[in-house]
């Protein structure tokens, strides 16, 4: 079992639509919940981090964490064509030494 | 600010050969990670340096691999003997303590090709 789990996609979303991201991950003790956005060629930025259960919103974005069921998502509002690219889901164990990553959702947004 | 600086961004080696990745991390920055990403996978944690130590070096291969991130200058990803299998993106990401390990600022990669 990997220790990030993310569906590679691609997912497709209409322009205006939401895309919704899934993640899961196996060390239950995990702390810390980061969303990568990486346009193609490019190194990753963060757009979202989560910390506790429940909802977190940062403009179109919205990251939701249940530690219970070790899930983490990602929801992006009126999507855009400039949102089409991998999002990758990472998390900091307890030790905080480093993050493991999913293998990355790519989304495309179709106009 | 000048942000997390990585050279060269592009490298090519023949088999056998060795390479050298630099990473200069934001200025205040004391901590740097280094990740490996494959073609079409996402990105797979190296080593984890302080200035002049290495924290957490269990994603480094056993052979060829070696990091180092001195007192002065960047941190430096040696890989001796390169293989084709070696050819990836490679990232640093710099942050400035323990406590802000969530702000993690990356470079913009190193890509090395292995003919």
């Known amino acids: 079992q990997k220790e990030v789990e993310q569906n590679s996609g691609p997912l497709s979303v209409p322009e205006g639509a939401i895309a919704s991201l899934n993640c899961t991950y196996s060390?239950?003790?995990?702390?810390?919940f980061f969303w990568y956005r990486q346009y193609s060629g490019k190194s990753p930025e963060l757009i979202m981090s989560?910390?506790?259960?429940g909802d977190k919103e940062d403009g179109r974005f919205t990251a939701q964490l249940n530690k219970a069921s070790q899930y983490v998502s990602l929801l992006i509002r009126d999507s855009q064509p400039s949102d089409s690219a991998t999002y990758l889901c990472?998390?900091?164990?307890?030790?905080?030494?480093?993050?493991?990553f999913g293998g990355g959702t790519r989304v495309l947004v179709k106009p | 600010n000048a942000g997390v600086m990585q050279n060269p961004r592009h490298l090519v080696r023949r088999r056998g050969q060795e390479a050298r990745l630099r990473c200069s991390p934001m200025k205040g920055h004391s901590h740097v990670y280094w990740y490996r990403q494959l073609p079409e996978e996402g990105l797979k944690f190296m080593v984890y340096l302080q200035k002049e130590n290495i924290i957490d070096e269990s994603g480094m291969p056993k052979e060829r691999f070696s990091a180092e991130f001195p007192k002065e200058g960047p941190s430096i990803l040696r890989i001796q003997q390169v293989v084709r299998g070696d050819s990836a993106a490679y990232f640093c990401a710099s942050f400035r303590d323990r406590a802000d390990t969530d702000t993690q600022y990356f470079g913009p990669g190193t890509r090395l090709t292995v003919l």
């Open positions: 990472a998390v900091m164990g307890a030790a905080g030494n480093k993050l493991t």
């Open positions: 989560i910390y506790s259960n």
């Open positions: 060390d239950r003790v995990s702390q810390s």
